[in-house]
């Protein structure tokens, strides 16, 4: 089973950057999300990077503001957060969708569920 922490979260004025880290650990064949749960919103898959690191995609809430990439060497995802809103402000978790499709990665929750997840890192955004 993968294990992933997030980190690099933290508080940021409107307008501002903010760039988070999920370090994966442990060899699988997952596609890795960005999934993050507002209070009193409903929990939103915002960007997705497949295992063959071949498709990413964005929530059109995100899209042109965030830019996922991935280190290899380094087992890290990351999502580089542009021109942030007040409300992206969120608990940001990575989670592992283990996928038979290595070019495949989708924002939908699976119905079995996330493989595993992060435990979190708070994105405040807020003059």
């Known amino acids: 089973q993968l294990q992933l922490v997030e980190s690099g979260g933290g508080l940021v004025q409107p307008g501002g950057s903010l760039r988070l880290s999920c370090v994966v650990s442990?060899?699988?064949?997952?596609?890795i999300v960005w999934i993050r749960q507002a209070p009193g919103r409903e929990r939103e898959g915002i960007s997705c990077?497949?295992?063959?690191?071949?498709?990413?995609r964005y929530a059109d809430s995100v899209k042109d503001r965030f830019n996922l990439s991935r280190d290899m060497v380094k087992n890290t995802v990351y999502l580089q957060m542009n021109s942030l809103k007040p409300e992206d402000t969120a608990v940001y978790y990575c989670?592992?969708?283990?996928?038979?499709?290595?070019?495949?990665?989708?924002?939908?929750?699976?119905?079995?569920?996330?493989?595993?997840w992060g435990q979190g890192t708070q994105v405040t955004v807020s003059a």
């Open positions: 990077i497949s295992s063959s690191g071949k498709t990413i």
């Open positions: 442990g060899l699988d064949n997952s596609a």
């Open positions: 989670a592992a969708d283990k996928t038979p499709f290595p070019a495949l990665c989708t924002l939908v929750s699976p119905a079995r569920g996330y493989d595993s």
